[in-house]
T-cell receptor, first 111, second 118 residues
């Protein structure tokens, strides 16, 4: 089983819609999680860190459900500029400060 | 503040040639990571350093790959000899890791080197 699993999408949504991505993780001992955003032919960029039950930053909300071992990313009032691939990230089991990256969920926001 | 710096941004070389990729981490960060990204395999960790010391190189594909970190502000990833299957985007990332207190895992990526081996 992969340490982090995501629905690859693509999610095609109209501008202004609310969209949510889920990510499941296998290491129950993980304490911190991250969402990264990666644009085409660019590097991954940190979007949000999740250390407790969740985090909110403007239109973006990340929630953590430890009992079910999943984290979610909610994007409200989506913009064309939100189109990107969103990577779910968790510490690697027994891996010190190594991270394991999901394969990413592709989002396309359309007019 | 400057982020992670990588050079070159693009490299096209012929099979059999030596390739050297360079990275300068964010000042003050003590962990450095080399990743490779392809469409087929996604983002793979090749090797990482803590305080300039290689900690885990289990992701290095084979002996053709080597990495060094001679000081806190510079690292290289070398491929010798290069092969077409090495074509990928190579990212360097850095973070701050503390054993004495709360560990911050966030990693910050450089712009990557797009390597094409013909």
């Amino acid at each position: 089983r992969k340490e982090v699993e995501q629905d690859p999408g693509p999610f095609n949504v109209p501008e202004g819609a609310t969209v949510a991505f889920n990510c499941t993780y296998s290491n129950s001992a993980s304490q911190s999680f991250f969402w990264y955003r990666q644009d085409c032919r660019k590097e991954p960029k940190l979007l949000m860190s999740v250390y407790s039950s969740g985090n909110e930053d403007g239109r973006f909300t990340a929630q953590l459900n430890r009992a079910s071992q999943y984290i979610s990313l909610l994007i409200r009032d989506s913009k064309l500029s939100d189109s990107a691939t969103y990577l779910c990230v968790a510490p690697l089991r027994g891996g010190g400060n190594k991270l394991t990256f999901g394969t990413g969920t592709q989002l396309k926001v359309e007019l | 503040d400057a982020g992670v710096i990588q050079s070159p941004r693009h490299e096209v070389t012929e099979m059999g040639q030596e390739v050297t990729l360079r990275c300068k981490p964010i000042s003050g960060h003590n962990s450095l990571f080399w990743y490779r990204q392809t469409m087929m395999r996604g983002l793979e960790l090749l090797i990482y350093f803590n305080n300039n010391v290689p900690i885990d190189d289990s992701g290095m594909p084979e002996d053709r790959f080597s990495a060094k970190m001679p000081n806190a502000s510079f690292s290289t990833l070398k491929i010798q000899p290069s092969e077409p299957r090495d074509s990928a985007v190579y990212f360097c990332a850095s973070s701050f890791h503390s054993l004495a207190g709360p560990t911050t895992y966030e990693q910050y990526f450089g712009p990557g080197t797009r390597l094409t081996v013909t």
